[in-house]
């Protein structure tokens, strides 16, 4: 199984950002499918995730409010969308997979199986 994210680059503060997470080798049907970001300095961060099958959605507290997780059936692929871009969302973002995953370890990076690459996203003040 490999993960490809992508979407990352240069953002204006305020504006949006929508990132993918593709996969291939494996559908995502069953998976449950993370976003996470680290910036320099700091530890890995959840951002948001959704279980496949259901759509069930998490998110981190602090980003609900401008983020949404989504799936795309036909591409196979995970969307994540930040709008109202601050400086401080400057950061790598990972996407993850796992499809054993249980729901009390969904938040957590060490649980999921399977990484892509990171994409960067520079958010400009």
């Known amino acids: 199984v490999q993960l490809q994210a992508s979407g990352g680059g240069l953002v204006q503060a305020g504006g949006s950002l929508r990132l993918s997470c593709a996969a291939s080798g494996r559908a995502f049907s069953e998976a449950t499918v993370a976003w996470f970001r680290q910036a320099p300095g700091n530890e890995r961060e959840f951002v948001a995730a959704?279980?496949?099958?259901?759509?069930?959605?998490w998110y981190a507290d602090s980003l609900k409010p401008r983020v949404t997780i989504s799936r795309d059936n036909a591409k196979n692929t995970v969307i994540l969308q930040i709008n109202s871009v601050k400086p401080e969302d400057t950061a790598v973002y990972y996407c993850?997979?796992?499809?054993?995953?249980?729901?009390?370890?969904?938040?957590?990076?060490?649980?999921?199986?399977?990484w892509g690459q990171g994409t960067q996203v520079t958010v400009s003040s």
């Open positions: 959704i279980r496949w099958s259901s759509r069930t959605t």
């Open positions: 993850a997979a796992d499809w054993s995953l249980i729901v009390s370890s969904v938040r957590n990076a060490p649980d999921y199986d399977y």
